[in-house]
């Protein structure tokens, strides 16, 4: 192959830094793929370690280590003083890109995997399924009318009226159900709020460091985002270049992600402020407002709003499970009208399956229980995990609990920085089988703090306890 062709191939690599497979097993499994799809030829020679490591912005090492484990399996053989080749004796192999049968497409079929400590997800062990089987069999084994009909663009009724109730319960928000849609998740939100409240192009303030997947539902919605750095008390239009350019900001009041902390009052209120000023809205984004330990979950900022400025994104995949794939936005009344035709016009995306049996959980007090219960449970694993910090990652790692939520950001010891970086670090995390996601993977620009995202939340005590002691020997190697 020629080295053009070669170097096309080797771009086509992405890795997956949020993953569950480490970066090393990642790109074993590409550069295998490569092989068996001929884009690897025998005798290829490939690009150093060093060279390797720096195209794709991972460590050397995880591509020594790739490359070690291909020679193993003789796709490769390295060469003294030459470099490392596609070994020349290497058979035609099977395509797996186009071969049904094939071990790759067994591969890319699999069941997910997992859960790995401390992957930021819910313990869906806990999950009540015996209650949620029942009334998935009392709603479709004879189901009404009106779930057999065409479906309502804006979901289903009875599920907008137990969200607008739950909202009024345990968020302070007073809405009517016809504010209430049904979405399939963030992308489908940022598209509403984009078509019902703005126009292409406009300019939207996003937090920095911030959660990746907004910023890039709002740019797929044709809109312009400007990163906005966050302090101590989260995002502050202070340190916004002229903010009165702006058309919106998308904020995580309740907890900050992924820092964690709550923006106060006094901040909420200029943001409210603005928006009246400049005509324009305020997209909150409230993740996992109702896993606050200490103390009832604080109001959401909708509640405070009075001028219609706030459209608010909610999630059931924290506080059910991700699969559900099930969100829902509220609108303020004035733009209520406008999202229903947005989503007439487009057709309903979130799965009718699900939205019943959710409306009953709701209704009959089963989700509001099973919140209860997981802020025990959860508080309790915080709780582990801070201690589990001060009794043997003390000189390494260092957290200050936050008041809610299912992660803690660990900063790292500066010298313990001083000889590596936040994604190394997490690198070798992965290959003794840990997610600590870097801090700095969070930034869209350059980092301004290093440290490590760990999940509580989807773990045992003993599970937290025994993950932290292989992430501090990866750490301390």
């Known amino acids: 192959m020629n080295k053009a062709s070669l170097s096309a191939a080797l771009l086509a690599i992405t890795l997956d830094r949020a993953g569950p497979a480490s970066l090393q097993s990642q790109l074993v499994r590409q550069l295998r793929a490569l092989a ?12 150093s370690s060093r060279m390797l490591a720096e195209e794709l912005s991972v460590s050397r090492v995880t591509v020594s280590a790739a490359y070690d484990q291909l020679g193993a399996e003789g796709y490769l053989e390295g060469r003294r003083g030459s470099g490392v080749y596609v070994a020349a004796d290497l058979p035609v192999l099977p395509d797996w890109a186009s071969s049904p049968g094939s071990s790759a497409a067994a591969t890319s079929l699999s069941l997910p995997t997992p859960e790995v400590p401390f992957e930021p997800v819910s313990d869906l062990r806990e999950f009540p399924h015996r209650e949620w089987a029942r009334l998935l069999d009392q709603v479709w084994r004879r189901p009404e009318p009106a779930l ?13 009226v137990a969200i607008a109730k739950h909202l009024g319960d345990w968020r302070g928000i007073v809405c009517e159900p016809s504010q209430v849609l049904i979405t399939s998740g963030l992308s489908e939100a940022a598209a509403l709020a984009a078509e019902a409240a703005l126009c ?23 809109l312009r985002c400007d990163s906005v750095p966050v302090d101590a008390q989260g995002f502050d239009l202070a340190h916004a270049s002229t903010p009165e350019t702006a058309r919106a900001v998308a904020v995580t009041p309740s907890r900050q992600y992924p820092l964690g902390m709550t923006m106060p009052l006094a901040r909420r209120a200029r943001l409210l402020q603005w928006a009246s000023a400049v005509d324009g809205y305020i997209l909150e984004d409230d993740f996992d407002g109702e896993f606050r330990y200490r103390g009832q979950p604080l109001p959401a900022m909708m509640s405070l709003d009075r001028e219609q400025r706030v ?3 909610g999630s059931f995949s924290k506080a059910i499970f991700p699969a559900l794939r099930l969100g829902f936005m509220v609108f303020p009344k004035r733009l209520a009208a406008a999202a229903s035709r947005v989503v007439g016009r487009t057709g309903p995306r979130a799965s009718l399956i699900a939205q019943p049996v959710l409306a009953r959980f709701m209704m009959e007090g089963g989700f509001a229980a099973h919140i209860r219960r997981m802020r025990r449970l959860y508080a309790g694993r915080q709780k582990a995990l801070m201690a589990a910090l001060r009794e043997q990652a003390s000189g390494v790692l260092s957290a200050e609990a936050p008041d809610g939520g299912m992660h803690v950001v660990a900063q790292i010891a500066p010298e313990i920085l001083a000889r590596s970086n936040d994604k190394a670090l997490s690198e070798s995390a992965a290959r003794v089988g840990v997610m600590a996601q870097p801090l700095s993977g969070f930034y869209h620009g350059r980092p301004e703090a290093q440290g490590v995202v760990l999940g509580y939340a989807g773990f045992s005590e003993a599970e937290i306890q025994a993950a932290l002691g292989k992430l501090l020997t990866a750490i301390r190697v």
């Open 36 to 47: 068996h799809g001929g884009r690897l030829r025998p005798g290829d020679r490939l690009p």
């Open 148 to 160: 057999l009909a065409r479906p309502d663009p804006c979901g289903w009724a009875p599920l907008r």
């Open 200 to 222: 292409t192009g406009d300019r939207v303030l996003v937090e920095e460091p911030g959660y990746a997947a907004l910023r890039k539902a709002l740019t797929a919605a044709g």
């Open 311 to 313: 459209l608010y994104i």
